[in-house]
């Protein structure tokens, strides 16, 4: 069993066996840091035990530059040491998949930004692509048949079909 996962506040989370997408859905964490970690080392341990998942695999974000702000970067690193914390108490093996390979995986490709702007406008263009790249990955991933709620779901599935395609776990 593969267990993939998009690490945030909003954790989208897959199951994978026989190559094949069981389940997926959203773990919407708790309020404030403490809470936060604690319902994520809860869902974790409680569907890797649960389930017998031999294999976490988690989407990488190449850097830190590429968050939203450095409070989550600092989560994301928080996520990192709670996956590991599961890993140790139940042997699981823990594979990470870059970002570009699961834009790759959905079929979508990020646009640059056009030259020239101030940073006010780049900042509105930013923000405006990355919308533009959450709704394709959801319409890739029902594409696929796959019923996502939303960008979450939709990107742990694709983390997912990454490491199959690497012939990790699942």
């Known amino acids: ?16 066996a ?10 919407h964490l708790g309020k404030g840091p403490r809470a936060r970690c604690d319902e994520f080392l809860r869902q974790l341990l409680s569907v890797v035990q649960a389930q017998q998942v ?6 990488h974000v190449p850097s830190l530059h590429q968050h939203a702000g450095v409070d989550a970067a600092h989560l ?40 020239g702007l101030s940073e006010s406008e ?11 790249l959450k709704q394709q990955v959801v319409a890739a991933a029902r594409a696929r048949g796959w019923p996502v709620l939303d960008d979450n779901e939709a990107d742990a599935c694709f983390v997912g079909v990454v490491a199959l395609t690497k012939g990790t776990g699942g």
């Open 76 to 115: 994301f690193g928080g996520w990192l040491e709670i996956i590991e914390i599961v890993r140790v108490r139940t042997g699981a093996q823990v594979v990470r998949v870059m970002t570009p390979e699961v834009h790759a995986a959905a079929g979508v490709v990020k646009q640059r930004a056009p030259k």
């Open 122 to 132: 780049k900042r509105k263009a930013s923000a405006a692509r990355r919308l533009d």
């Open 54 to 59: 031999r294999t976490i695999v988690h989407e």
């Open 1 to 16: 069993m593969l267990l993939s996962l998009d690490l945030g506040m909003h954790c989208g989370w897959a199951l994978f």
């Open 18 to 27: 026989c190559g094949r997408r069981l389940a997926s859905g959203t773990w």
